[in-house]
């Protein structure tokens, strides 16, 4: 498939929800159908839907809460206990769309003011309007069998990153700073891979992952980057005028056993048998990692003293992809052409990557790139992350 | 008069808004005079309407306090921070007196100079640059700051004999959570904000203070801003920023005065208080200005949800997620599935406000501003955030220190310019020395803005 020809779908692509909603839709002043843009009234006593049926298709549920409480809105299975989607915490006063697509069949629509009880409940039927509507596989199971790999590539990289931290942490105190160097992209790979997970634990992001300039006055400063300016130490010029001053053996100690502890505990935290990531977090996750990338990795500014972004660029890339991958099967039945999309730029993005380096064999320094060069790689992230961006309404829509 | 009871005057060019300038001094013969020649006279008709009254708006430039505080929020804005070059006192002075007559002409649409752009001595160049001569005032006001540079150098020197006369409350910000400032973006001796409903009318008065300043001041750092982000009057509709929400819903406006005293204006007691004598400064204010980019693309990746989720309100109408329209007071308390709060806990509008923050509040005035673009083509563009605070220590730092670091829409923001100064007062009414033409002139003891500070 040509280049242009997969913009020209993305563009579609991008499109088409709304059209789904305004074009297809004649109104019931035109052909007396029912409508597919519903309104929905939830109040302390009522939950007045604009209409009990609907052609099959995506239906949307403009759900105002005309109580005092907060409340939700569900649209349930025939059986009145699967939930076929929801849209929650809706304030007084406030209106909230439900996107859904719906296929022929019999549902039952609630509110729930207060968000207790079974709700107030209603049939509803959707007609046949002849148009295919969402995937066809059982897409719970998919999604859970993406769940499953997900965590099992997880678990995976923080079992190589404790081991890398801890070789890596070895060297420094030892002070062989030159095997530290050497360990040190190479072992952030792993974390920057399943970043979002680390970063769903809160503080272990900002204690092992924090620059410089995130710190407020007087913070203390850790972790990787903290020993990244100990190892390539600055001149004065680039260090705000003043003299860097190497950290005492006592200091090494401490942030090396500091790093090799947060690592641990992220390990632990993964391996809980409680630790679940669910699908909508993969796909978001996917997003963030690009996010990273368009942000601090592309503009060489998450590592400003070793240059050694590309190795974080890369990594952040490989776990989007990984993430992208476990939800792939969804994606193909909810979106071929999203899933063309996102398959092809992955493809041009890796090979831009690809001529700099990789994981294995190491990659060019950061400030060894063109402006030109950066700016093809900055093009491509962007490429990717639009449709990307389409991930979790696609893969949570089903 | 306070600020409070400022109101734009779109009335008839000319005659009338000359005859607010100098308040009570100006005679009958004065005001008829026909001698004022140049200027932008041409932009009045025969009959003495003017040929632009939609922005033809003029606010008074003496008062109280200074205008364009609480003056409604014009369109365009155009701020310039200024190094001053020279170590001589009265070379400061001097251009204050100058840069105050300059700004009282511009301000009630009269050229920069008696003159204007089109007459005068054929061999000198115009008193006025002339970009803005057919235009109407478009509700321009020149307002005047003093940054800390400008008592103390950064080696302590004391420039021009005012370090003891420095306040307390005009420090050094502290470096918050993922500051990327850039020092050629940032602080500065003097600062000149110029707003205005015509971005011409603006960059004009700049241009024409900063012809006024060389050899005694020159340009360090400017920013132009469109689309205020801020309603500073309950009369303005609340505008949106760049990622497209509402900005501005719960600013302090210029109606409510008791507020604006214990929030916005200096008052004697905290003169009082400071270590050193800052009573030149009562009535006058404090300006901060920050440059925040914003991560364009990123934010318009995200999720409906999430971005609602950050700011704590609807894209739409605006209303706090609690529920309600877009003036209804937060309820930090609702709490919706597994009782967590519907305005989340790292979300703007929670951690900015008021009751999260001992009560304060601070008048805003930010604006969007668009540079072009980066080298990786992506849009340089984000808010010129500009608030006034009666003192930075209680009413800037502390919140700024919080949103920094727990703000979730920290992720797409970036503060790459920063810059505090001391607002002083405004000149009295009536003060100003004015010419045969009723107009204002720079003599020797001219009043200037700033004047107690000198003396």
């Given amino acids: 498939m040509s280049r242009s020809r997969v913009g020209a779908l993305a563009l579609v692509a991008l499109v088409l929800p709304l059209a789904a909603c305004v074009d297809n839709d004649p109104g019931p002043a035109a052909s007396g159908a029912p409508e597919r843009a519903l309104t929905v009234s939830s109040t302390q006593d009522a939950c007045d839907v604009s209409s009990a049926t609907a052609p099959s298709g995506t239906l949307t549920f403009a759900v105002t809460n005309d109580g005092s409480d907060v409340t939700e809105f569900y649209l349930l299975g025939e059986d009145g206990l699967r939930v076929v989607s929801e849209v929650e915490n809706i304030g007084p006063g406030l209106t909230r769309d439900l996107v859904v697509q719906v296929r022929p069949g019999t549902y039952y629509t609630a509110c729930k003011p207060g968000m207790v009880g079974d709700g107030i409940r209603a049939e509803f039927t959707v007609t046949d309007s002849g148009e295919a509507v969402g995937p066809t596989g059982d897409a719970a199971e998919q999604l859970a069998a993406a769940e499953d790999q997900y965590v099992a590539y997880v678990k995976d990289q923080v079992g190589a990153l404790i081991a890398g931290t801890q070789e890596f942490a070895d060297a420094y105190k030892a002070g062989d700073d030159e095997k530290a160097r050497e360990l040190y992209a190479a072992t952030r790979v792993h974390w920057e891979r399943v970043e979002p997970v680390a970063e769903s634990f809160g503080d272990l992001d900002p204690l092992t992952d924090a620059r410089e300039a995130d710190l407020e006055d007087g913070q203390t400063w850790s972790g990787w980057h903290y020993i990244e300016k100990d190892l390539w130490p600055p001149l004065a010029a680039d260090n705000g005028g003043t003299e860097y001053v190497p950290l005492t053996d006592a200091e090494r100690t401490k942030a090396a056993d500091d790093l090799v502890g947060w690592t641990q505990d992220l390990v632990d935290q993964v391996n809980d048998p409680a630790f679940t990531f669910e699908a909508f977090q993969i796909s978001n996750g996917a997003k963030e990692l690009l996010d990273e990338v368009a942000t601090g990795k592309v503009t060489g500014e998450e590592e400003i003293w070793s240059h050694t972004d590309l190795w974080d660029f890369q990594a952040n890339v490989d776990g989007a992809r990984l993430a992208y991958e476990v939800l792939e099967d969804v994606v193909e039945e909810a979106d071929p052409d999203l899933a063309a999309t996102l398959t092809e730029r992955f493809a041009a993005l890796e090979g831009l990557l690809a001529e700099h380096g990789s994981v294995e064999e190491g990659f060019t320094s950061y400030d060894e790139l063109t402006a030109q060069q950066v700016k093809e790689l900055s093009t491509a992230v962007d490429a990717l992350s639009e449709p990307l961006s389409r991930l979790t309404a696609v893969v949570t829509g089903v | ?455």
């Fill in chain 2, 1 to 455: 008069m306070t600020g409070t009871e400022q109101t734009p005057e779109p009335g008839p060019r000319g005659v009338t808004r000359r005859a607010l300038l100098g308040g009570g001094l100006l005679g009958a013969a004065a005001v008829g005079a026909a001698g004022f020649v140049g200027g932008r006279a041409t932009a009045t008709t025969g009959d003495g309407t003017a040929s632009g009254t939609a922005a033809a708006g003029t606010y008074p430039f003496t008062g109280r306090h200074q205008a364009g505080i609480v003056t409604p929020a014009q369109d365009r804005l155009y701020l310039a921070a200024f190094d001053v070059t020279t170590d001589d006192r009265e070379d400061l002075v001097a251009l204050l007196q100058r840069w105050t007559t300059i700004a009282a002409r511009l301000t009630q649409g009269l050229s920069a100079g008696p003159f204007g752009a089109a007459s005068g001595p054929y061999d000198a160049p115009p008193d006025d640059t002339g970009e803005a001569a057919d235009l109407p005032a478009a509700g321009l006001t020149i307002t005047f700051g003093f940054g800390r540079s400008l008592f103390v150098a950064a080696d302590g020197t004391d420039r021009f004999g005012l370090a003891d006369r420095l306040p307390d409350a005009l420090v050094e910000l502290p470096h918050f959570p993922a500051d990327a400032l850039d020092p050629a973006r940032s602080d500065g001796d003097l600062v000149v904000q110029a707003c205005a409903d015509d971005p011409q009318v603006a960059v004009h008065a700049i241009r024409n203070l900063s012809r006024a300043a060389f050899g005694a001041a020159t340009i360090r750092w400017t920013q132009l801003g469109y689309g205020r982000t801020s309603s500073t009057t309950t009369a303005q509709s609340t505008p949106r920023n760049l990622f497209g929400f509402k900005d501005g819903t719960a600013n302090l406006k210029a109606e409510e005065g008791d507020a604006l005293e214990r929030h916005v204006w200096v008052g004697e007691d905290a003169a009082a208080a400071d270590s050193h004598d800052s009573s030149w400064l009562v009535d006058g204010t404090y300006l901060v200005a920050r440059r925040i980019r914003m991560q364009i693309e990123t934010w318009d990746r995200t999720s409906l949800r999430e971005q609602e989720a950050l700011v704590g309100r609807t894209k739409g109408e605006g209303a706090p997620l609690s529920g309600g329209e877009e003036f209804t007071e937060p309820d930090f308390e609702v709490t919706g599935r597994e009782g967590a709060p519907l305005v989340a806990l790292n979300s703007h509008v929670r951690l900015a406000h008021p009751t999260q923050n001992d009560g304060v509040r601070m008048l805003r005035r930010g604006y969007n501003f668009t540079d072009g673009n980066d080298s990786l083509g992506r849009l340089d563009a984000g808010l010129f955030f500009i608030a006034f605070v009666r003192d930075p220590r209680t009413h800037y730092i502390p919140m700024q220190t919080t949103l920094s670091r727990d703000d979730g829409l920290m992720e797409y923001l970036q503060h790459t310019g920063s810059g505090l100064f001391a607002v002083p007062p405004g000149i009295p009414d009536g003060s100003l020395r004015t010419g045969s033409d009723g107009t204002p002139i720079t003599t020797s003891d001219s009043p200037f803005v700033g004047q107690a500070l000198f003396s």
